[in-house]
């Protein structure tokens, strides 16, 4: 608990260790999905994983110099856990929280009416398993959904187009896939169970801000 508080007050603090003076803030929305994962037991395989839903955001940024900006995310996800196996699935009601530092290259200076990125960090995501527990889960021979709560660290790399309402306003279009390791307490495996890979979630997100 100690590291992952200490990385927050990291990212929280990588602004202010900047010397630009352009800020920006705003707030978005979107959809993500998720990439499963095989597992397997013995002669049974499956897929497990976490359902596709919605994000819901807020950013805060600043402008380095003429192309090179950085920017705090933080994402909310409805993503719910899941696991299948042929024509049975089970799934159990869960969230995500991803709070990371990005670093943004973009295309064209902040002057310009449009400002295509790249964006590429770091950082935290919180993996949530939420409703009421279930006296029996199908396919609990493969994978166990739990209620329970863990953290893993995050990469961030994604992209999208800024585009400039008014000298202040902007609307901006962003992609992310944020890539974690499993988080195995909450795609619980039991006995001699394999299940591997990384999480790759997808997001499309909408958004608002403002400069100044």
């Known amino acids: 608990m100690r590291i992952i508080l200490s990385s927050i007050a990291l990212l929280f603090g990588l602004p202010c260790l900047v010397l630009g003076q352009h800020w920006e803030v705003g707030a978005d929305g979107?959809?993500?999905?998720?990439?499963?994962?095989?597992?397997?037991?013995?002669?049974?395989?499956?897929?497990?994983?976490?359902?596709?839903?919605?994000?819901?955001?807020?950013?805060?940024?600043?402008?380095?110099?003429?192309?090179?900006?950085?920017?705090?995310?933080y994402t909310y996800r409805a993503d719910d856990l899941r696991v299948?196996?042929?024509?049975?699935?089970?799934?159990?009601?869960?969230?995500?929280?991803?709070?990371?530092?990005?670093?943004?290259?973009?295309?064209?200076?902040?002057?310009?009416?449009?400002?295509?990125?790249?964006?590429?960090?770091?950082?935290?995501?919180?993996y949530r398993g939420t409703g009421a527990e279930a006296s029996y889960q199908p396919l609990s021979n493969l994978v166990v959904l739990t209620h329970t709560s863990e953290a893993q660290p995050l990469i961030s790399v994604g992209g999208g187009v800024k585009f400039a309402v008014t000298k202040r306003a902007l609307v901006r279009l962003d992609f992310r896939d944020y890539a974690t390791p499993l988080p195995t307490s909450l795609l619980a495996t039991p006995g001699n169970n394999k299940i591997g890979g990384w999480m790759h979630d997808f997001v499309f997100l909408v958004g608002v801000g403002t400069a100044f």
Do not use: C, W
């Open 30 to 73: 979107g959809y993500g999905f998720l990439r499963d994962v095989s597992v397997t037991s013995g002669s049974a395989t499956g897929m497990a994983g976490f359902s596709p839903g919605v994000a819901f955001g807020a950013v805060l940024g600043n402008q380095i110099n003429r192309l090179v900006g950085g920017e705090i995310r």
């Open 84 to 126: 299948s196996s042929g024509s049975t699935e089970a799934k159990v009601t869960g969230q995500s929280h991803a709070l990371h530092y990005d670093v943004l290259i973009h295309a064209t200076s902040r002057e310009s009416p449009v400002r295509p990125f790249l964006a590429i960090g770091g950082g935290v995501k919180f």
